[in-house]
């Protein structure tokens, strides 16, 4: 049998906020999973249901150019628009995770 080496092997309570939305401009379906835990410094797993991509999500991450276009294979303009709805949802970094 396979022996781990873990680094760290815990169970947490989360909470998922599920939303659907259709961009303004793009005319793009987002079908979204927005899971809010104690780890990442605060930051949310959004995983677009669509694709089955996640990634983890904090303000800092909607200010870098080109990441939501890479992450979710967005065109620029569906990608200006999940930041826009983002900015509502993901709120502040803080590091409870030390």
Do not use: W
Not at 18 to 39: E, K, P, W, Y
């Amino acid at each position: 049998m396979a022996e781990f080496d873990l680094l760290y092997d815990s169970q947490e309570d989360t909470r998922t906020r599920f939303v659907c939305f259709v961009g303004d401009i793009s005319m793009h379906r987002f079908d979204l999973a927005i899971t809010s835990t104690n780890r990442f410094y605060g930051k949310k797993l959004i995983t677009d249901l669509q694709s089955g991509r996640t990634a983890v999500i904090g303000p800092d991450d909607l200010d870098e150019e080109g990441y939501l276009e890479h992450v979710y294979k967005l065109t620029e303009e569906e990608a200006a628009e999940l930041a826009n709805f983002l900015s509502m949802v993901v709120g502040t970094i803080n590091f409870t995770d030390l």
